[in-house]
């Protein structure tokens, strides 16, 4: 079955440090695979895109990486701060079916001042 | 604020109720799509219309329904309701240009009760 899974537990880290998320994917065959930031009780707020042959994107304090042999993406936050906190999703986008994504479960990320 | 507005913000109604939840997507945004989003199974996609017409379709119940007006905004209808249907229920748009990677960008979200 179709699966994309993200880290299973929420995510405490230190202020300054780098958070590291997971998006591991089963059975997808996916073109691009993009991450979003949600705060509680809003919507979805994109934040970088990463296609299938692209290994890694940078925007600012933010990096992600695509491997589609490991069928992984991982997103990282360097210098996090406080502000930071929220839960991270993934969302994978194969070409061959529109624009339709499929959203993972989320980590929720706490970063201690 | 991503520009996408969806009305009302909360619903409370009861078990076989029927309710209209309201999209408008951004300005020049010709796509439109519908999530729910509930404790146990995150984030779900419903249905995406394009320019007034059904492009893609999710997981939506025989019970739900949707559709995109010439104005381009959107309507999804939930009827019948049952207790699991509570969840917080999003609409997002995008460009809908022939690039199939386009951004989503989400509307504040409708959340429902059904008691």
């Known amino acids: 079955s179709q699966k994309i899974e993200q880290n299973s537990e929420a995510l405490n880290i230190q202020e300054g440090k780098t958070a590291t998320l997971t998006c591991n994917y089963t059975?997808?065959?996916?073109?691009?695979l993009q991450w979003y930031r949600q705060d509680p009780g809003r919507g979805p707020v994109f934040l970088l895109l990463?296609?299938?042959?692209?290994k890694e994107k940078r925007k600012e304090r933010l990096k992600v990486t695509f491997d589609t042999t490991l069928k992984q993406s991982l997103f990282h936050i360097t210098a996090s701060q406080p502000a930071d906190s929220a839960t991270y999703l993934c969302a994978l986008g194969e070409s061959y079916t529109g624009n339709q994504f499929y959203f993972g479960t989320g980590t929720s990320l706490t970063v201690i001042p | 604020d991503s520009g996408v507005t969806q009305t009302p913000k909360h619903l409370i109604t009861a078990t076989g109720q029927r309710v209209t939840l309201r999209c408008s997507p951004r300005s020049g945004d010709l796509s439109v799509y519908w999530y729910q989003q509930s404790l146990d199974q995150g984030l779900q996609f419903l249905i995406q219309y394009y320019n007034g017409e059904e492009r893609a379709k999710g997981n939506i119940l025989e019970r739900f329904s949707a559709q995109q007006f010439p104005d381009l905004h959107s309507e999804l209808n939930l009827s019948s309701l049952e207790l699991g249907d509570s969840a917080l229920y999003f609409c997002?748009?995008?460009?809908?240009?022939?690039?199939?990677?386009?951004?989503?960008?989400f509307g504040p979200g409708t959340r429902l009760l059904v008691l």
């Open positions: 990463i296609r299938e042959n692209e």
């Open positions: 997002a748009s995008s460009v809908g240009g022939p690039s199939n990677v386009e951004t989503q960008y």
């Open positions: 059975n997808y065959s996916p073109a691009y």
